[in-house]
């Protein structure tokens, strides 16, 4: 205590409580602009992108926000194209001659579903691996977006 007087420390106190208290209110005004705003013109982009891809039918229900400032989140329903998805697959590994070899082999309804579960399961899987594409592609061609949520439709 510099002069001995406890008023003076307790006013100095309140004067550096309401300081910081202006300052952070401050710092909330300024941030707050960036939490949780919509990033349109950078979306359109994702969206044309995505749609633009032959194994995308459409993109629905888009909804992108900014976390901080260089961190988006991106949510979107992803129609897919069927045959595209299909020609892919066959397209791989000589799988279209796997897949004529086994539907020569189909002699009853037994065996076909065993036949369409074997394949079922290999387009799933197809599918899968696209989406991880996209979900990549989006990420190298627009870093900001760091989290990204694609769901099939």
């Known amino acids: 205590a510099l002069t001995g007087d406890p008023v003076y420390d307790a006013l100095g106190s309140v004067s550096v409580g309401v300081l910081l208290g202006g300052v952070s209110l401050f710092l909330i005004q300024k941030n707050i ?48 194209n069927p045959w595209a998805l299909c020609d892919i697959y066959l397209d791989q590994d000589g799988n279209l001659g796997s897949v004529m070899e086994s539907c020569k082999q189909v002699g009853d309804q037994e065996m076909a579903r065993k036949v369409m579960r074997q394949y079922s399961r290999m387009y799933m899987l197809t599918l899968s691996m696209e989406l991880d594409r996209i979900e990549s592609m989006i990420q190298k061609k627009y870093p900001e977006f760091r989290h990204i949520d694609l769901e099939v439709l």
């Open 33 to 80: 602009t960036l939490l949780g705003q919509p990033v349109p013109r950078r979306t359109d982009e994702v969206v044309a992108a995505m749609e633009a891809d032959p194994v995308v039918f459409s993109v629905q229900d888009v909804k992108s926000v900014q976390l901080r400032p260089g961190v988006c989140r991106l949510k979107a329903e992803v129609h897919f």
